[in-house]
């Protein structure tokens, strides 16, 4: 790949996802204002979870789509198990939120903090077990050819 289309995917991708979150809120918002119009869910955290907890998931889905499976294999190891993890640590939070804190005035910062780390802690087991699992997916950064 050449040094300026690189250059041009790695930022590319990520705008990209955030369109995709644009889209993703945008929707909520339709959904939220035609199902129940006299009511505020703007304080609900699970509501906010459902609003700001997929941005690393967007944000990592237009990279991976765009950019990173198109590299060689450490990247696209890295991209798709951030994908998982941050998929897997929203629903991880959302069940939290779920069984917890439904009722309970939770701070809007505890919340998008709390699940964010969840987010993080999921990826850095998820990567370091299947970085033992599999090591040779580990090769080097270029692309999975030895350096």
């Given at each position: ?55 690393p998931f967007f944000v990592n889905a237009g990279n991976y789509l765009l ?81």
């Amino acid at each position: 790949m050449k040094p300026e289309s690189e250059k041009t995917g790695r930022i590319i991708g990520p705008v990209f996802g955030v369109m995709l979150f644009i889209i993703w809120i945008s929707f909520l918002l339709l959904v939220e204002s035609n199902s129940y119009p006299q009511q505020s869910f703007i304080h609900k955290p699970l509501i906010i979870w459902l609003n700001y907890g997929l941005i690393p998931f967007f944000v990592n889905a237009g990279n991976y789509l765009l950019y990173s499976r198109k590299l060689g294999s450490f990247q696209t190891f890295q991209s798709v198990t951030m994908l998982k993890s941050s998929l897997l640590g929203f629903l991880i939070w959302l069940l939290v939120i779920g069984l917890f804190f439904i009722q309970s005035g939770i701070s809007y910062w505890t919340n998008v903090l709390g699940g964010y780390l969840t987010i993080i802690v999921v990826y850095f087991l998820w990567y370091g077990y299947t970085s033992r699992k599999y090591p040779h997916s580990n090769l080097g950064t270029t692309g999975g050819r030895l350096e």
